[in-house]
T-cell receptor, first 114, second 112 residues
Framework: NAGVMQNPRHLVRRRGQEARLRCSPM?????VYWYRQLPEEGLKFMVY????????ESGMPKERFSAEFPKEGPSILRIQQVVRGDSAAYFC????????????FGSGTRLTVV | SQQGEEDPQALSIQEGENATMNCSYK?????LQWYRQNSGRGLVHLIL?????REKHSGRLRVTLDTSKKSSSLLITASRAADTASYFC????????????FGSGTRLQVQP
């Protein structure tokens, strides 16, 4: 069981480019969560998805950010026209259900915008 | 604002000592969880305590929950240098389909 797989581990983008972050949940997990973490800070919730559905996107900026979890394939967090302030570590987590389950986290994608 | 706030923000102890971290939260919860994060890595789930439980143990970990005070504590006994990490509490709301809300964490340094 490979756990939650995130790629790439490190991503460098120039201002104005697009960043695509991928997350394959743990086998048997149908709930996916994306969080953002700045250095020395806690995790800030971005979006919660189930297969083909966005359950809660209250933490997502209204512009430039989008997320999907298609029927087949990994979940994708997409950031368009990146700015320096988007530089952060982005973590994906998965769980088999919504209540009374701990999350399994991936190792994160560290996005640097230059 | 963050649902959970940990206290202290940073803690430095000697190997063999006990480490206690506290977490306060604001709204009603279904459960509270503690996670550990080593520098530059993802979070690892340590323990989950439900709202109807008051205390839970797992190895050297002891977690308490006081829903009347909206607070929890994590005790690590007989600490080791390998326990050096950041520790986060996370709360699960008791209404609606919401993801966990994480606190700002306690950075624990265990000196060998």
């Amino acid at each position: 069981n490979a756990g939650v797989m995130q790629n790439p581990r490190h991503l460098v983008r120039r201002r104005g480019q697009e960043a695509r972050l991928r997350c394959s949940p743990m086998k048997g997990h149908s709930h996916v969560y994306w969080y953002r973490q700045l250095p020395e800070e806690g995790l800030k919730f971005m979006v919660y998805l189930q297969k083909e559905n966005i359950i809660d996107e209250s933490g997502m900026p209204k512009e430039r950010f989008s997320a999907e979890f298609p029927k087949e394939g990994p979940s994708i967090l997409r950031i368009q026209q990146v700015v320096r302030g988007d530089s952060a570590a982005y973590f994906c987590a998965s769980s088999p259900g919504q209540a009374d389950y701990g999350y399994t986290f991936g190792s994160g994608t560290r996005l640097t915008v230059v | 604002s963050q649902q959970g706030e940990e206290d202290p923000q940073a803690l430095s102890i000697q190997e063999g000592e006990n480490a206690t971290m506290n977490c306060s939260y604001k709204t009603s919860i279904n459960n509270l969880q503690w996670y550990r994060q080593n520098s530059g890595r993802g979070l690892v789930h340590l323990i989950l305590i439900r709202s109807n439980e008051r205390e839970k143990h797992s190895g050297r970990l002891r977690v308490t929950l006081d829903t009347s005070k909206k607070s929890s504590s994590l005790l690590i006994t007989a600490s080791r240098a390998a326990d050096t990490a950041s520790y986060f509490c996370a709360t699960a709301h008791d209404m609606g389909r919401r993801a966990l809300t994480f606190g700002s964490g306690t950075r624990l340094q265990v000196q060998p």
